[in-house]
Nanobody, 123 residues
Framework: QVQLVESGGGLVQAGGSLRLSCAAS????????MGWFRQAPGKEREFVSA?????SRTYYADSVKGRFTISRDHTVYLQMTSLKPEDTAVYYCAADRTYPMYDPPTWSGVSYWGKGTLVTVSS
């Protein structure tokens, strides 16, 4: 069974940092684009960031560019700095053979999802 398991969420004050991790099991994701989406209360799920399977290309939503950094080895990480209350959301790990397109990037048709980890940023 394919699983993406997120960890690292929690409560942090505005201006603080958190690092999210996503571990994959059940199949080899080494050739998949992997990334993160988030969903705030009452809002639609939105793209946050992604990284190609080689790690050679990264993608970021305009709202997190310069503050968040994605990386990967056997795990995918999202280093979040200068957090704002508007970053509060459930963050979902995602994996697919496709990759984001356009500028600002959008990533549709994702095949695999984690169950999410909650990030709460207090003001």
């Amino acid at each position: 069974q394919v699983q993406l398991v997120e960890s690292g969420g929690g409560l942090v004050q505005a201006g603080g940092s958190l690092r999210l991790s996503c571990a994959a099991s059940g199949r080899t994701f080494s050739t998949y684009t992997m990334g993160w989406f988030r969903q705030a209360p009452g809002k639609e799920r939105e793209f946050v960031s992604a990284i190609t399977w080689t790690g050679s290309r990264t993608y970021y939503a305009d709202s997190v560019k310069g503050r968040f950094t994605i990386s990967r080895d056997h795990t995918v990480y999202l280093q979040m700095t200068s957090l704002k209350p508007e970053d509060t959301a459930v963050y979902y790990c995602a994996a697919d053979r496709t990759y984001p397109m356009y500028d600002p990037p959008t990533w549709s048709g994702v095949s695999y999802w984690g169950k999410g980890t909650l990030v709460t940023v207090s003001s």
